[in-house]
């Protein structure tokens, strides 16, 4: 079954500390994976996508994310985070366009909160 | 980048009562849109899938006779909470897929609605 799990649930770093959240997958055949943001009262907004090719891929405001297919990973990251980033951070996945696993999935979620 | 807009973003509606929400894609058609539901602090769940011309397929848990979901045209789907009861207050979420891109399946989201049932 296809999956997307994310295990840190709440992280709390100080600013200018280096971020990494984790997201695996778990998906049988091509996967597309993204990472989104929540800012606190806004709507989701993508920071990044890996469909194919270099497996590290940049995003916006500095983040960036590493294709692992050996661990089945994706994780996050940005090596001197806001305060401005805080917010909820979301890892989801997709399958094939036009396969019965095209919908996407997202992870239980990160809270990222960012201490002054 | 390619729009979603969602209406309305914001309902109340009383105990009993139908409820619909309208997903639309502005700049491109959308053979598939997602409809999803986030509890407070929580993520998105997936609620169905919905595909123009065709009937939904709903998510395992999810009543299909509950969350009507109408996708008839390649810009418009919408979803109709019915007899809503306080249990379904949520944010609901949709995102649709551009059709004339076949090799990803990159979805964007509308800004979503807030459903409360009194």
């Known amino acids: 079954a296809q999956s997307v799990s994310q295990h840190n649930h709440h992280v709390i770093l100080s600013e200018a500390a280096s971020l990494e959240l984790g997201c695996n997958y778990s998906?049988?055949?091509?996967?597309?994976l993204f990472w989104y943001v929540q800012y606190p009262g806004q709507h989701l907004q993508l920071l990044l996508k890996y469909f194919s090719g270099d497996p590290l891929v940049k995003g916006i405001k500095g983040f960036e994310a590493e294709f692992i297919k050996s661990k089945f990973s994706f994780n996050l990251r940005k090596p001197s985070v806001q305060w401005s980033d805080t917010a909820e951070y979301f890892c989801?996945?997709?399958?094939?366009?036009?396969?019965?696993?095209?919908?996407?999935?997202f992870g239980s979620g990160t809270r990222l909160s960012i201490r002054p | 980048g390619a729009v979603v807009s969602q209406h309305p973003s914001r309902v109340i509606c009383k105990s009993g009562t139908s409820v619909k929400i309208e997903c639309r894609s502005l700049d491109f058609q959308a053979t598939t849109m997602f409809w999803y539901r986030q509890f407070p602090k929580k993520s998105l769940m997936l609620m169905a899938t919905s595909n123009e011309g065709s009937k939904a397929t709903y998510e395992q848990g999810v009543e299909k006779d509950k969350f009507l979901i109408n996708h008839a045209s390649l810009t418009l789907s919408t979803l109709t909470v019915t007899s809503a009861h306080p249990e379904d207050s949520s944010f609901y979420i949709c995102?649709?897929?551009?059709?004339?891109?076949?090799?990803?399946?990159?979805?964007?989201f509308g800004q979503g609605t807030r459903l409360t049932v009194v």
């Open positions: 998906y049988g055949g091509t996967v597309n």
């Open positions: 989801a996945g997709g399958g094939h366009p036009y396969s019965s696993a095209s919908k996407i999935i």
């Open positions: 995102s649709a897929r551009d059709s004339a891109r076949t090799e990803d399946t990159e979805a964007f």
